[in-house]
């Protein structure tokens, strides 16, 4: 099994335990986007309470990579998938947060 088969279990079960309408090939091909990141235990996870972050991931995923234009729809679909996640949940993960927001926006063809 290689490495991003092994993330990519992990995240399905995350995605699984969060109640989340699972997309095997997205959740995979979203994965793979993100890179080198879900490697390392630092990047491969959010800080959903820093604005910093929060604002890198609206500007580099939710602008530039699907395509949206900035707002307050922005902001409140991302409030909500992180009330999806958890926000007790101290690892939220990447890529199934970056799955999570793809689906709530509809944006899955970015991916085919």
Do not use: W
């Amino acid at each position: 099994m290689s490495k991003l088969d092994e993330k990519v279990g992990k995240y399905i079960q995350v995605v699984k335990d969060k109640g989340v309408d699972l997309d095997t090939d997205l959740l995979r091909k979203v994965t793979r986007a993100c890179g080198p990141s879900i490697y390392s235990s630092d990047a491969e996870t959010i800080a959903t309470s820093q604005p910093g972050e929060m604002e890198t991931v609206k500007n580099n995923f939710l602008i530039r990579k699907l395509g949206l234009s900035d707002g307050p729809k922005l902001d409140e679909g991302m409030a909500k998938v992180v009330e999806t996640y958890g926000k007790s949940d101290t690892r939220k993960y990447r890529a199934v947060i970056y799955y999570m927001l793809t689906k709530h926006f509809g944006k899955e063809d970015v991916y085919k």
